[in-house]
């Protein structure tokens, strides 16, 4: 009843066989997405220590260092030296944000080490001091 199709599919690459390039599995694909948030939160990490240096973002700024390092195959992620010249509410909005995206990830790849420190640096972000607002003048009466 049907005539059998006699050209080759739209869908076929025009690399040949679907083997002929690399394909990477979701874990891989999640593994390369979550270490590039750790990254991108260990860089604004670096740079709020060179504003505000404390134990907290040195010890911080080792275990993001880990965790990258881990999910590229021990491969350390290269750092770089901060201008500092960045407002440190400014940098801590950017790494509570970096650092949700982290955690999102990391949930989503059943990453327990790295949804347990992206969600420490979540609260740590989340409770850096705000900027003060302008201040209220006072009426004389």
């Not at 690399?15 to 604004?44: C, K, N, W, Y």
């Not at 790295?114 to 969600?119: D, G, Q, Y």
Request: proline fraction near 6%; include cysteine.
């Amino acid at each position: 009843m049907y005539e059998p199709i006699r050209t080759k599919s739209v869908h076929t690459t025009m690399a040949g066989t679907a083997s002929d390039f690399p394909h990477r599995s979701r874990e891989e694909e999640l593994d390369i997405q979550l270490a590039g948030h750790l990254a991108a939160l260990l860089a604004v990490t670096d740079e709020l220590r060179a504003l505000t240096p404390s134990a907290d973002l040195d010890t911080a700024a080792e275990r993001l260092a880990a965790q990258v390092a881990r999910l590229r195959g021990g491969r350390p992620p290269l750092r770089a030296a901060s201008a500092a010249a960045d407002d440190p509410c400014a940098l801590h909005r950017r790494a509570h944000t970096l650092a949700g995206r982290a955690l999102v990830v990391a949930a989503s790849r059943a990453d327990t080490a790295a949804a347990i420190l992206a969600a420490e640096r979540m609260d740590a972000h989340g409770a850096a001091p705000k900027p003060a607002g302008p201040k209220e003048l006072s009426s004389a009466g």
